[in-house]
């Protein structure tokens, strides 16, 4: 679950990895998105984006389009949202009957309500407070996520501000 932080920090997809099927468009109904939207906006300072962004189910171990580079999809990464495009990919097995892959997309969506608000100093920053709203979530569900906050925060750095 850690792995999704590093996102942003550059998981490029080696060429030896070679090309892999395109993901696959995903529908999630327009209850469960905007039920998701509605609580991020009850529970921060954020507007969401009108719309739903595009959704495409992904595997560990493909090569997906992110941000304009090729990413090898992690065995740890759970989802990801591109700017670029608006669009969030969603790794498989995946349901929306499953909180926890459920509160997968509600971080993706906060991260989409985040980078519409402000300007972040790297992608990374956000992360802290998207996994706080999403422990919330969990939370009212009554389910302990066990995030390692040590971690996430050693992950959310910016380049900038590391020390050599």
Not at 14 to 37: N, R
């Amino acid at each position: 679950m850690i792995r999704a932080i590093v996102i942003g920090l550059a998981l490029l997809c080696p060429a030896a990895v070679g090309a892999c099927p395109a993901p696959l468009p995903m529908s999630v109904p327009d209850a469960v998105t905007e039920a998701l939207a509605a609580w991020i906006e009850a529970h921060s300072d954020y507007t969401v984006p009108e719309g739903a962004p595009a959704i495409f189910m992904c595997q560990s171990g493909e090569v997906i389009t992110y941000e304009g580079h090729d990413l090898l999809v992690d065995s740890d990464l759970r989802a990801a949202y591109d700017l670029v495009e608006d669009r969030i990919f969603l790794v498989g097995p995946w349901s929306e009957d499953d909180p926890m892959q459920l509160s997968s997309l509600l971080h993706e969506l906060i991260h989409r309500a985040q980078f519409h608000a402000r300007d972040w100093p790297c992608p990374a920053a956000a992360e802290p407070e998207a996994y706080r709203l999403q422990e919330a979530w969990l939370a009212e569900r009554g389910i302990d996520p066990g995030f390692e906050w040590v971690e996430i925060y050693l992950h959310a750095r910016c380049p900038s501000d590391r020390h050599p």
